[in-house]
């Protein structure tokens, strides 16, 4: 059963991944229109500005991951055959991250490319966005089941997701400096804490919404 | 036994629905729920569905159950076909049977999002049909169906008790169910 939401969420977020990929590359093409074409600041900066629109990009699809299925009463017959909502909850976390996950790590190599970044950051940057993207995509499901019907819940999901995913940009960006392996390390860390800890939250919140 | 739910209470906000309410179906039983909008009809059956947590009693419910609420739970982006599809493979079953009963089988290919409101009660009764669960809980399953569709679904539970399943409902609406137990609720707690 699991799996078959998982295959049904991921196809259904490959459909819409183009608007947080276009995003994602827009930010990286006018960053450097911001702040000048100085080859050094861009390539100093531009692995944290990839960071932060990967973060903005994982945003965009919030408001459709859980509320049109409350509101088709999709949540409801999981239920009635036993499911528990944390494993829901966990499946479209999955399916999440397969949506957008690996589409933003290959948008990060024509985004690396325009900031002119080199490979030892380039790498980096993978390596980071392979580690936050889950965890990135685990804030997001917990926000939108905790923000699903309420009114302008978009924005709301917006305010309350930041806040909590600096850690995760902090710890991102700062591995890509020569000495960063300590922040990939935090990263991890803070990745493993989030993946895994979100289904319980965010099940919670489903469970809510039946109440 | 399909069903017993055993000094029941219902508590929504500050107001109790309802208390002490016990009742059991067995194979081939079917129970309605009738009374005045707001009595508690749909959180009678949401409890007994495992949807909404009573605020008192115990509920028995041995067997897989199919559960038919307000909304569709169909995926507008896909095709009638694809839609009930997915449910009923999660079920191990094939829908096409149940949705020749329930005269869409012609809308296999159209997607759910032009199906009318009648034509997605119909799918979603078809997807309690292919369900396979011998339990039934249906939530005013008549809203939205002309005659034809009130007449197949009366059809499908007749079906249904025959080889040995049970139908709790909630209705407004009369509906064409043999020797069905009634439950009134009158509020009369609240």
Redesign the interface.
């Given at each position: 059963?699991i799996a078959?939401l998982i295959r049904?969420d991921t196809l259904?977020g490959l459909?819409a991944a183009g608007l947080p990929v276009m995003f994602f590359l827009i930010a990286a093409t006018l960053f450097p229109f911001a702040v000048g074409p100085d080859a050094r600041v861009l390539t100093k900066a531009g692995g944290g500005m990839l960071w932060l629109a990967a973060l903005l990009a994982a945003l965009l699809p919030i408001e459709r991951l859980v509320a049109p299925d409350i509101?088709?009463?999709?949540f409801?017959?999981f239920?009635?055959?036993?499911i528990a909502d944390e494993a829901l909850a966990a499946a479209k976390i999955a399916a999440h991250w397969l949506s957008f996950g690996p589409t933003l790590m290959l948008a990060a190599l024509p985004g690396a490319a325009l900031l002119g970044l080199d490979e030892s950051t380039l790498g980096k940057l993978e390596a980071g966005l392979a580690i936050g993207t889950p965890a990135l995509a685990a804030l997001g499901l917990t926000v939108a089941a905790l923000t699903a019907g309420l009114r302008g819940g978009g924005a709301l999901a917006g305010l309350v997701l930041l806040p909590l995913a600096i850690p995760l940009l902090i710890f991102g960006a700062g591995a890509l400096d020569p000495d960063g392996a300590q922040a990939l390390k935090l990263l991890a860390s803070t990745a493993l804490l989030l993946t895994f800890g979100a289904p319980f939250a965010a099940g919670a919140a489903l469970r809510s919404h039946?109440? | 036994m399909m069903l017993a739910l055993r000094d029941i209470a219902c508590l929504r906000g500050d107001r109790l629905l309802f208390e002490r309410l016990s009742l059991e179906l067995a194979a081939g039983d079917a129970l309605v729920v009738t009374g005045a909008n707001g009595v508690g009809k749909s959180s009678l059956l949401r409890i007994a569905a495992g949807l909404l947590r009573p605020s008192a009693g115990t509920i028995e419910r041995p067997g897989r159950v199919a559960w038919l609420g307000e909304a569709s739970a169909l995926d507008g982006d896909r095709t009638l076909g694809q839609a009930l599809d997915f449910w009923a493979k999660l079920d191990g079953t094939r829908p096409d049977a149940a949705m020749a009963q329930m005269g869409i089988a012609h809308l296999v290919r159209v997607p759910v999002r032009y199906l009318s409101t009648g034509q997605r009660r119909r799918a979603a009764i078809a997807r309690t049909i292919a369900s396979g669960a011998p339990l039934w809980l249906l939530d005013e399953p008549a809203n939205g169906l002309d005659a034809e569709g009130i007449e197949r679904l009366g059809d499908a539970i007749r079906a249904h008790r025959r080889t040995g399943g049970s139908v709790f409902t909630a209705t407004h609406l009369p509906l064409p169910i043999d020797d069905a137990a009634t439950l009134m609720l009158d509020g009369a707690i609240a």
């Open positions: 059963m078959s049904r259904r459909r509101e088709a009463g999709v409801d017959q239920a009635a055959r036993g039946r109440d | -």
